[in-house]
Antibody, heavy 125, light 111 residues
């Protein structure tokens, strides 16, 4: 069965860097886009961006462009979300998810069918 | 910032039919299929319905969706206690260089 296993909860201080991971199994990792979603405490879902592991084509939501970096390592079927300098407002649950469908250079179609269990990131001094 | 608008809450008694609306625009719902996700308390979201009323394996046919123009709706018929959750609509948005947008979310309460 397809699985997306995310790294554990993190407690960091403002200004620190962080990289969280999402390890995929039981499917061809290289050939499916992987996306990331933020859910702040008590709030809704916000789409952050996606990456195609085979060629690292990456697309960001304007809200998150320049704030985070999405990457992938094909050799270990793992996608990453990283911050260079965390803020308190980055405190949230972060989910990775697998995209099924098609992406052209301009847009995509199709839903996200499998989700990771989430990584809770807490940023506090 | 969500560009798809949902009512914050909906409720019903067991066995009733509940509908949730999702309002968008010509660049998202108006030109792309709508997906629905269910998030049970304390868990990750789960794909519920996609691509014009398709349901992943295991999702009961009590859940159905429809779309008209720039709006969509999710219907839950025969409401059950285990349906108490947050529900989100979502679609790709062509105006944002192919970005995915979620609705504001609707909390369904089973009375």
């Amino acid at each position: 069965e397809v699985q997306l296993e995310q790294s554990g909860a993190e407690l960091k201080k403002p200004g620190e860097s962080l990289k969280i991971s999402c390890k995929s199994s039981e499917y061809s990792f290289n050939n499916y886009w992987i996306g990331w979603v933020r859910q702040m405490p008590g709030k809704g879902l916000e789409w952050m961006g996606i990456i195609y592991p085979d060629d690292s084509d990456t697309r960001y939501s304007p809200s998150f462009q320049g704030q985070v970096t999405i990457s992938a390592d094909k050799s270990i079927s793992t996608a990453y979300l990283q911050w260079s300098s965390l803020k308190a407002s980055d405190t949230a649950m972060y989910y990775c998810m697998r995209h099924i469908g098609y992406c052209s250079s301009a847009t995509c179609s199709g839903p996200f069918d499998y989700w990771g269990q989430g990584t809770l990131v807490t940023v506090s001094s | 910032q969500s560009v798809l608008t949902q009512p914050p809450s909906a409720s019903g008694t067991p066995g009733q039919r509940v509908t949730i609306s999702c309002s968008g625009s010509s660049s998202n719902i108006g030109s792309n299929t709508v997906n629905w996700y269910q998030q049970l308390p304390g868990t990750a979201p789960k794909l519920l319905i996609y691509s014009d009323d398709q349901r992943p394996s295991g999702v009961p046919d009590r859940f159905s969706d429809s779309k008209s123009g720039t709006s969509a709706s999710l219907a839950i018929s025969g409401l059950q206690s285990e349906d108490e959750a947050d529900y989100y609509c979502a679609a790709w948005d062509d105006s944002l260089n192919g970005h995915y947008v979620f609705g504001t979310g609707t909390k369904v309460t089973v009375l």
